[in-house]
């Protein structure tokens, strides 16, 4: 059914445009409850950026961007570096909650922590993006279920197993790619299962992204409730480690779960690092002395945009590519298993028209240029996540 009115929609966008189908997208993404499961902006804000501020150019997510995206709930990402081990990451984690707590409460008009689909129903109905906490990364509970549970309490809806690091009990993409995990390390080990049992009972979702394949498959076959995958995309169009296969696609569909997919230009573009590698080629002088200056690949990445815009601009896929990427998953397994899961904050290039968080409307328009139903398109935006939520939380 999907594309039959496909062509003659997008006929319309590309044209002088339709006023009916400027309007119709417009009205479906402000009706429609809008889920973005993974952003990073709590890391610059620990730097010391404020939400409330007007951040344009500087990150990708503030307050009034949130707003025009028509983001009405946002899962922040607590994230920490592979520092792993008694005493870092739990105390770290809870840092990062706390400057969530901070900016809630300083915007009460404006926000709402949501812990529960409840409260995140409250929120919807007052107008308010519900914030959301998500926790990026196995390594911060330190080896203690008591810690799981404290962060939990704390509003924790979800955990990603591992980051890119592995931890002694949950192998990650990244090593298990690299080839050097000996077999025994591979996949969840007994105190895994326990983590993800504990999970379960808790109510606190199960986030597949970053996790090796091993830990993908033991993580499946252990969990009892429906699992998420927070910001990844699809393998057979970018073999990317951080991709997920089409049987790991298959099985998220049989276990009731939903993919959302990550915005990031290398997951979406397999000739992206080739086009990025070229355009550091050509700029290899300027570069290698911005590296002596001890600048971060973002901040040399945000140089090149500044510095050669129209170069630039060609390093970024097209938008479709982010839609093909969700009609894959559509066509494997259904509309009920995909969602968006941006990474804005984490990621250093993104799809063009997809610059930041108020950018989120136009997905929704090539959506129904692509002839999604409003039903589907619903579903896409925020219910399918709506539906895991409760599932775990049992409400
Ligand atoms: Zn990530």
Same mark, same amino acid.
Not at 57 to 63: I, V
């Given at each position: 059914?999907r594309?039959?009115?496909?062509?003659?929609?997008?006929?319309?966008?590309?044209?002088c445009?339709?006023?009916?189908?400027?309007?119709?997208?417009?009205?479906?993404?402000?009706?429609?409850?809008?889920?973005?499961?993974?952003?990073d902006v709590?890391?610059?804000?620990l730097?010391g950026?404020?939400?409330e501020?007007?951040?344009s150019?500087?990150?990708?997510?503030?307050?009034a961007? &949130?707003?025009?995206?028509?983001?009405?709930?946002?899962? $922040?990402?607590v994230?920490?570096?592979? @520092?792993? +081990?008694?005493?870092?990451?739990?105390d770290?984690?809870?840092?990062?909650?706390?400057?969530?707590?901070?900016?809630?409460?300083?915007? %009460?008009?404006?926000?709402?922590?949501?812990?529960?689909p409840?409260?995140?129903?409250q929120?919807?109905?007052?107008?308010?993006?519900?914030?959301m906490?998500?926790l990026?990364?196995g390594?911060?509970?330190e080896?203690?279920?008591?810690?799981?549970?404290e962060?939990?309490?704390? +509003?924790? #809806?979800?955990?990603?197993?591992?980051?890119?690091?592995? @931890?002694?009990w949950?192998?990650?993409?990244?090593?298990?790619?690299s +080839?050097?995990? %000996?077999?025994?390390?591979?996949?969840?080990?007994? /105190? !895994?299962?326990?983590?993800?049992?504990?999970?379960?009972?808790?109510?606190?979702?199960?986030d597949?992204?970053?996790v090796g394949?091993?830990?993908f498959?033991?993580?499946?076959?252990t @969990?009892?409730?429906?699992v998420i995958v927070?910001?990844?995309?699809?393998h057979? $169009?970018?073999?990317?480690?951080r991709?997920?296969?089409?049987?790991?696609?298959?099985?998220?569909?049989?276990?009731? !779960?939903?993919?959302?997919?990550? $915005? /990031?230009? !290398? &997951?979406?573009?397999?000739?992206?690092?080739?086009?990025?590698?070229?355009?550091?080629a050509?700029?290899?002088?300027?570069?290698? #002395?911005?590296?002596?200056?001890?600048?971060?690949?973002?901040?040399?990445?945000?140089?090149?945009?500044?510095?050669? %815009?129209?170069?630039?601009a060609?390093?970024? %896929?097209p938008?479709?590519?982010?839609?093909?990427?969700?009609?894959h998953?559509?066509?494997?397994?259904?509309?009920?298993?995909?969602?968006l899961?941006?990474? &804005?904050?984490?990621? @250093?290039?993104?799809p063009?028209?997809?610059?930041?968080?108020?950018?989120?409307?136009?997905?929704?328009r090539?959506?129904?240029?692509? +002839?999604?139903?409003?039903?589907?398109?619903?579903?896409?935006? !925020?219910?399918?996540?709506?539906?895991?939520?409760?599932?775990?939380?049992?409400?």
């Open positions: 059914m594309h039959l009115y496909g062509s003659l929609a997008l006929a319309a966008l590309l044209g445009g339709t006023p009916t189908l400027a309007q119709e997208y417009k009205t479906l993404h402000e009706k429609a409850i809008v889920v973005d499961t993974h952003n709590l890391i610059s804000v730097e950026l404020r939400l501020d007007d951040l150019g500087k990150t990708h997510s503030d307050l961007r &949130f707003k025009q995206g028509g983001v009405d709930v946002q899962i $922040f990402s994230w920490s570096d592979e @520092t792993y +081990g008694k005493g870092k990451g739990f770290f984690a809870n840092l990062q909650i706390d400057s969530l707590n901070a900016i809630v409460n300083r915007n %009460p008009d404006k926000m709402m922590l949501a812990r529960t409840d409260e995140v129903m929120a919807v109905q007052q107008n308010k993006m519900a914030a906490i998500g990026e990364g390594h911060m509970i080896d203690n279920l008591t810690y799981l549970e962060l939990h309490k704390r +509003g924790t #809806s979800y955990m990603t197993l591992t980051w890119n690091n592995s @931890t002694s949950a192998s990650s993409a990244m090593d298990e790619a +080839g050097k995990l %000996p077999k025994s390390k591979k996949g969840l080990n007994k /105190f !895994g299962k326990q983590v993800v049992r504990k999970m379960n009972e808790l109510g606190m979702m199960v597949l992204s970053h394949e091993r830990t498959w033991d993580a499946i076959k @969990t009892t409730k429906p927070s910001h990844s995309c699809v057979s $169009f970018n073999p990317h480690f991709n997920l296969k089409d049987d790991q696609i298959k099985a998220i569909g049989k276990n009731g !779960g939903v993919i959302h997919l990550n $915005f /990031f230009s !290398g &997951f979406l573009d397999p000739d992206y690092d080739k086009r990025m590698s070229a355009f550091r050509n700029h290899k002088a300027e570069v290698d #002395s911005l590296r002596k200056l001890n600048k971060s690949s973002i901040e040399v990445y945000e140089w090149a945009m500044a510095h050669y %815009p129209e170069e630039a060609t390093l970024r %896929p938008l479709s590519l982010l839609l093909d990427h969700l009609d998953i559509v066509k494997l397994v259904g509309v009920e298993h995909v969602g899961g941006s990474d &804005f904050d984490g990621i @250093t290039s993104t063009k028209q997809l610059d930041s968080v108020a950018d989120m409307p136009v997905i929704t090539e959506l129904l240029a692509r +002839g999604y139903s409003e039903e589907d398109i619903k579903k896409i935006l !925020g219910e399918n996540f709506m539906r895991v939520f409760r599932a775990n939380v049992g409400a």
